[in-house]
Structure formats: C-alpha cells, structure tokens
C-alpha cells in the first residue's frame, strides 16, 4: 500500500508563504490520484485541491488565487505552494493518496482516497 509522509509545516506570519511536500513510497508502480486536505480542531477535513493520475492540479476555488498545486511525478511527490497566509489558513495539513489503479477524479473529494499521511501543522500568526 501506499505510504505518504508530509513535511514542510510550521510557523509563518500572517502574508507570508510556505511550500509543504509529500512523499510517497511503497507503490507497486500503479496509477493514483493525491490530494491535499486541512483540518482545524472540531471542523470537517476540507479539500484544498488535488492531481489526477497525470499530475495534472485542481483546485478548491476557496484558495485559488494563493495556492498552488504540484506534483513529480518522477520522484512521487505531492507539492502544496501557498502564498499571502491568512490566520484562517492555520491547520493540520494532510496529504491523501487513491487506491492504486482504480478511477480516480483527481479532484479532492475526501471520500475517493484511501490513504492518509500523518499530517503537518501550519500556523499563521497574525
């Protein structure tokens, strides 16, 4: 199965950016979609966007016009650049992959992805 791990959270003040990376390991060379999702304390886990089995990005219109999705596929790595930071960003940041070799959209619906990283805190201080 597939493996992801997140890296690149912290602290960043509020205007500034940050570029989160997620690598994935443990594949048997099938296709797959992967997706970045936040989640605050006590909400639902949101899309913020994803790629399909091409590498091509969607976006969740709600951060459009700050964040940018990416992704190598060579190296397997899922990229999240996200500019002009609002506190409202603040959240645990993770990273989702499909099920290899089954259809996937490459949007960021929660319930097309079956494995999870452990996720990376991103705070924004105003």
């Known amino acids: 199965q597939v493996q992801l791990a997140e890296s690149g959270g912290g602290s960043v003040p509020a205007g500034g950016s940050m570029k989160l990376s997620c690598r994935a390991s443990?594949?048997?060379?099938?296709?797959?979609?992967m997706a970045w999702f936040r989640q605050v304390p006590g909400a639902d886990r949101e899309g913020v966007g994803g790629?399909?089995?091409?590498?091509?990005?969607m976006i969740a219109t709600s951060v459009e016009d700050r964040f940018i999705i990416s992704r190598d596929m060579a190296s397997n790595t899922l990229y999240l650049r996200a500019d002009t930071l609002k506190p409202e960003d603040s959240a645990m940041y993770y990273c989702?992959?499909?099920?290899?070799?089954?259809?996937?959209?490459?949007?960021?619906?929660?319930?097309?992805?079956?494995?999870w990283g452990q996720g990376t805190q991103v705070t924004v201080s105003s």
């Open positions: 443990g594949s048997r060379g099938g296709s797959y979609c």
């Open positions: 790629t399909d089995v091409y590498g091509r990005a």
């Open positions: 989702a992959a499909t099920e290899e070799d089954k259809w996937c959209s490459g949007g960021y619906s929660r319930n097309e992805y079956k494995f």
